[in-house]
């Protein structure tokens, strides 16, 4: 009789448990991301930096590809964080008037981050989190020069770069009042001289939590990046608009 009443009480506390259990909580975000580009390119010795610029506005028409994906996931206040991130932007730019000399740039790039993440704050559904990493990156430049006078005249340059850099950040997310309204966003820098000599990476989103699982976003990104590896110079700073979509589990 004594073990039949140990069994009752474990099974109604099972649930009790279960639920007050601490879980892992995962959330996906997949972007696209409407970015205009602006900076200076150089690949090879010998060869003019080329400017590339490419506005906001502009970034439907010269953008081919463009979006991202975030990924969370975190036991307790320790977790893991992804970014993966993939551009193609193309722009042409007079480069001499007077000879008639341009170019037509095309810039490819993936940006790989992972990260550890530890909680620093949570309280009313409000959280903030720091984390430490690396990302990587992979920029692929064509120049297309055309016109002019010159060994440039009909010249195309390739060059394909690939590097690691330390990475520090912040982020957090919080509700608007009692609403299904929140505000989210984060900050991170890195290089530090390793690689690149310096980044900064910078995104702010407003969004609507449909259901507990389920919510969309509209937000703005911005990063600068500064590279330069012998005659491969990458000095671009790329901006623009997010539209996300986000799923938590």
Request: net charge negative; no cysteine; glycine share 10%.
């Amino acid at each position: 009789m004594k073990s039949y009443r140990i069994f009752l009480t474990l099974l109604v506390m099972l649930p009790l448990a279960v639920q007050s259990a601490p879980r892992l909580e995962s959330r996906l975000t997949p972007y696209l991301w409407f970015a205009g580009v602006e900076g200076n390119v150089s690949s090879r010795p010998g060869a003019p930096t080329v400017p590339i610029d490419i506005s906001a506005s502009d970034a439907l028409e010269d953008n081919e590809a463009s979006y991202m994906v975030l990924f969370e996931t975190k036991y307790l206040r320790h977790g893991v964080l992804l970014d993966l991130l993939y551009t193609d932007t193309r722009s042409s730019e007079d480069l001499i008037t007077a000879v008639g000399l341009n170019v037509k740039s095309i810039s490819k790039n993936k940006i790989y981050s992972a990260a550890y993440l530890y909680e620093l704050f949570q309280r009313d559904r409000a959280v903030i989190d720091v984390y430490g990493g690396v990302r990587y990156w992979k920029v692929d430049t064509e120049l297309r020069f055309r016109g002019g006078l010159g060994i440039l005249a009909g010249e195309r340059i390739r060059s394909a770069e690939s590097w690691y850099d330390p990475l520090l950040g912040i982020k957090g997310r919080s509700p608007l009042g009692g609403s299904n309204f929140y505000a989210s966003g984060g900050l991170a820098v890195g290089g530090f001289g390793v690689s690149s000599e310096h980044f900064y990476d910078v995104s702010i989103n407003a969004g609507y939590q449909w259901t507990q699982g389920f919510g969309t976003s509209i937000g703005y990104r911005v990063y600068d990046l500064d590279y330069e590896d012998g005659s491969f110079l990458y000095d671009v700073e790329q901006k623009g608009w997010l539209l996300g979509l986000s799923w938590a589990f």
